[in-house]
């Protein structure tokens, strides 16, 4: 059993032993101004530009596992030394639920830099993903397709695609610093500043 499998399945044993639901929180956009919910979680997700002490204060205080995705203005190596399990790029199957996700934003600068990523990078990714229970990102999907190329906040059209097509059960992303929570066909979309509580 691998890391991420043992993570889970500590998860998914300890959502057995009590209800039919799990209490899950995600984070998004600190920038330096981080509060702790006083609450209990089955499962913590980090969608990225949240401080990197943050990040490990929030590792030490929350007893829960826990997955993540980096910002665009994030270290590379922002969970090194952590227990966050990085999502970027990576599809995690175990027994009732399967996880995705996907790092930064869309490239805005000249130059670009970590954290920053084309269209046709995140298409080679969702192109082939199955629909998965929870997706998290940095960015959001694009759904203003008006919005100049250049905006960082523009989104990803391959992650409207994949909503569309694929219909995830929830999917998060951060980066836009708005709270909000709509449906899109099946799929809760969750716009998470700076923090959410759902219940899954």
Do not use: W
């Not at 980096?70 to 399967?98: A, K, P, R």
């Amino acid at each position: 059993m691998t890391r991420i499998e043992k993570i889970l399945h500590s998860a998914i044993e300890e959502k057995k032993k009590g209800c039919d639901t799990m209490k899950l929180l995600f984070f998004s956009d600190s920038h330096g101004r981080f509060h702790l919910p006083d609450t209990e979680v089955d499962a913590l997700f980090l969608l990225g530009d949240i401080d990197y002490y943050e990040l490990r204060h929030i590792d030490k205080e929350i007893n829960c596992p826990k997955f993540g995705v980096l910002g665009n203005h994030d270290g590379f190596d922002y969970f090194h030394g952590t227990s966050i399990v990085n999502l970027h790029e990576q599809l995690v199957s175990f027994q009732e639920i399967t996880l995705a996700g996907f790092q930064g934003c869309p490239v805005y600068k000249r130059n670009k830099s970590f954290g920053q990523h084309t269209e046709e990078e995140v298409y080679s990714f969702t192109a082939t993903l199955p629909p998965v229970d929870i997706f998290i990102s940095h960015a959001n999907p694009q759904l203003n397709p008006s919005v100049d190329n250049e905006n960082p906040h523009r989104g990803f059209l391959s992650f409207t695609e994949y909503i569309e097509t694929k219909q995830p059960k929830i999917f998060a992303h951060g980066h836009l610093h708005e709270s909000d929570v709509v449906s899109i066909g099946n799929t809760s979309l969750l716009s998470v500043y700076p923090h959410t509580l759902f219940t899954y």
